[in-house]
């Protein structure tokens, strides 16, 4: 079986050490009842929900705390958004309650005509006193099965509806024995996502009548960005452990460069790597096992890269691909040094200039920085140039 398959993230966890830490400070925080809410923020494709299944396994390690994750539906007003997190909470709790007292309780509690003792399910409005009622009688409910906390790790966090958020705040405000993870879904982060995920939060309490105590609630952030080049390559081996299926170092180093990193990627690519592998009935996954997903997933870019080369010269071709080979950036002497070990330092300003002019007219391949750096900075296009510039 493909373990690179989708969903498969929770027992392949890894890398993360910093943000681990983060929470379980907050954990500990928690049950020494001071919580610290924390909000995690990424762009798409950098694990957040993973790292949330992962929060709620640390949780549940701990004796006397319940953690569960639940996802936030978008476009809803605030009251239905409260009420179908607050029913995702109650399904996730009834099944503990289900092992511990043999039937569910709350989902039937809530769903209740008459005399039940939620009260949000009976309101035409959102009420703050009656989401810390609820809070508090599912406190009281877990606590009767041997739990003192609850920890709510809440997927999907940006699309919170900004009175949801300010309600939420009002009643954790009042509870010391919850603490929530808030994902925030990030469009960019600019290299920083926890400051990024911070404006979020604001942004959306301004909205709720500048409710800014409702961003303040979360006091610590977790940024989530790509892995280092170690940790992908854990990422990959990881899933590969007992494996009858392996994959060459250079490719599982290939897939963590040409992905840059992306947690979401690397899969994604190894996942496309082992099923053409195990297509050919091969046990091991080479670098040709590598270029050829790579040809069938980014032919446009190939075909682009193909046609530069017809474009160029030799030695421009010998350019190219050198820079090409370097995910950080070089200036056109420092190119030139690689290119020519033999020449004399002093007798490269020549080339330098000449690689200059080559670098400069493929400005649609290759940026340029205010340094005079140069780089191919999309790691797809980087590698098609590397392959299809490669000598014959």
Same mark, same amino acid.
């Given at each position: 079986?493909?373990?690179?398959?989708?969903?498969?993230?929770?027992?392949?966890?890894?890398?993360?050490?910093?943000?681990?830490?983060?929470?379980?400070?907050?954990?500990?925080? /928690?049950?020494?009842?001071?919580?610290?809410?924390?909000?995690? =923020?990424?762009?798409?494709? +950098?694990?957040? *929900?993973?790292?949330?299944?992962?929060?709620?396994?640390?949780?549940?390690?701990?004796?006397?705390?319940?953690?569960?994750?639940?996802?936030?539906?978008?476009?809803?007003?605030?009251?239905?958004?409260?009420? &179908?997190?607050?029913?995702?909470?109650?399904?996730?709790?009834?099944?503990?309650?289900?092992?511990?007292?043999?039937?569910?309780?709350?989902?039937?509690?809530?769903?209740?005509?008459?005399? $039940?003792?939620?009260?949000?399910?009976?309101?035409?409005?959102?009420?703050?006193?009656?989401?810390?009622?609820?809070?508090?009688?599912?406190?009281?409910?877990?606590?009767?099965?041997?739990?003192?906390? %609850?920890?709510?790790?809440?997927?999907?966090?940006?699309?919170?509806?900004?009175?949801?958020?300010?309600?939420?705040?009002?009643? /954790?405000?009042?509870?010391?024995?919850?603490?929530?993870? %808030?994902?925030?879904?990030?469009?960019?982060?600019?290299?920083?996502?926890?400051?990024?995920?911070?404006?979020?939060?604001?942004?959306?309490?301004?909205?709720?009548?500048?409710?800014?105590?409702?961003?303040?609630?979360?006091?610590?952030?977790?940024?989530?960005?790509?892995?280092?080049?170690?940790?992908?390559?854990?990422?990959?081996?990881?899933?590969?452990?007992?494996? &009858?299926? +392996?994959?060459?170092?250079?490719?599982?180093?290939?897939?963590?460069?040409?992905?840059?990193?992306?947690?979401?990627?690397?899969? $994604?690519?190894?996942?496309?790597?082992?099923?053409?592998?195990?297509? #050919?009935? &091969?046990?091991?996954?080479?670098?040709?096992?590598?270029?050829? *997903?790579?040809?069938?997933?980014?032919?446009?870019?190939?075909?682009?890269?193909?046609? %530069?080369?017809?474009?160029?010269?030799?030695?421009?071709?010998?350019?190219?691909?050198?820079?090409?080979?370097?995910?950080?950036?070089? *200036?056109?002497?420092?190119?030139?040094?690689?290119?020519?070990?033999?020449?004399?330092?002093? =007798?490269?300003?020549?080339?330098?200039?000449? /690689? +200059?002019?080559?670098?400069?007219?493929?400005?649609?391949?290759?940026?340029?920085?205010?340094?005079?750096?140069?780089?191919?900075? #999309?790691?797809?296009?980087?590698?098609?140039?590397?392959?299809?510039?490669?000598?014959?």
């Amino acid at each position: 079986m493909n373990p690179f398959r989708e969903g498969a993230a929770g027992k392949y966890f890894v890398g993360r050490d910093d943000q681990l830490k983060r929470f379980t400070r907050s954990l500990t925080a /928690l049950r020494n009842g001071e919580p610290a809410h924390l909000y995690v =923020a990424g762009v798409n494709g +950098r694990g957040k *929900t993973s790292y949330l299944e992962k929060l709620v396994e640390m949780a549940r390690e701990k004796s006397g705390v319940l953690a569960v994750r639940v996802a936030l539906d978008g476009g809803v007003r605030a009251q239905q958004q409260i009420l &179908a997190m607050f029913e995702k909470l109650l399904r996730k709790i009834d099944e503990v309650h289900t092992e511990v007292a043999s039937a569910p309780r709350l989902v039937a509690e809530w769903r209740q005509v008459g005399d $039940s003792p939620f009260q949000l399910p009976t309101s035409e409005r959102l009420q703050n006193d009656h989401l810390l009622q609820d809070l508090a009688y599912v406190r009281d409910v877990v606590a009767e099965l041997g739990f003192r906390h %609850l920890v709510l790790c809440v997927d999907e966090g940006e699309r919170i509806e900004p009175y949801a958020l300010s309600a939420l705040k009002s009643a /954790l405000l009042e509870l010391q024995e919850y603490l929530v993870v %808030l994902s925030i879904r990030l469009a960019e982060d600019h290299g920083d996502p926890v400051r990024a995920g911070k404006l979020k939060l604001e942004e959306i309490a301004a909205a709720a009548d500048r409710d800014m105590g409702a961003a303040r609630l979360f006091v610590g952030g977790v940024g989530l960005g790509s892995f280092t080049p170690a940790q992908a390559r854990r990422c990959v081996a990881r899933r590969l452990e007992d494996n &009858a299926i +392996r994959f060459d170092d250079e490719v599982i180093g290939l897939i963590g460069r040409v992905a840059e990193g992306l947690p979401d990627r690397i899969i $994604s690519y190894a996942h496309e790597v082992y099923d053409r592998t195990e297509a #050919d009935e &091969a046990e091991v996954a080479t670098t040709d096992t590598f270029r050829q *997903t790579f040809v069938s997933l980014h032919q446009f870019e190939l075909d682009a890269a193909k046609a %530069l080369c017809a474009q160029s010269t030799g030695s421009e071709r010998r350019a190219l691909r050198e820079l090409a080979t370097h995910d950080v950036p070089l *200036t056109p002497l420092e190119l030139a040094k690689k290119l020519y070990t033999d020449v004399p330092v002093n =007798a490269l300003e020549p080339v330098a200039e000449a /690689l +200059r002019g080559v670098l400069d007219r493929v400005g649609d391949t290759v940026r340029v920085s205010a340094g005079g750096r140069y780089l191919v900075p #999309d790691a797809v296009r980087r590698y098609a140039l590397e392959i299809s510039m490669e000598p014959e």
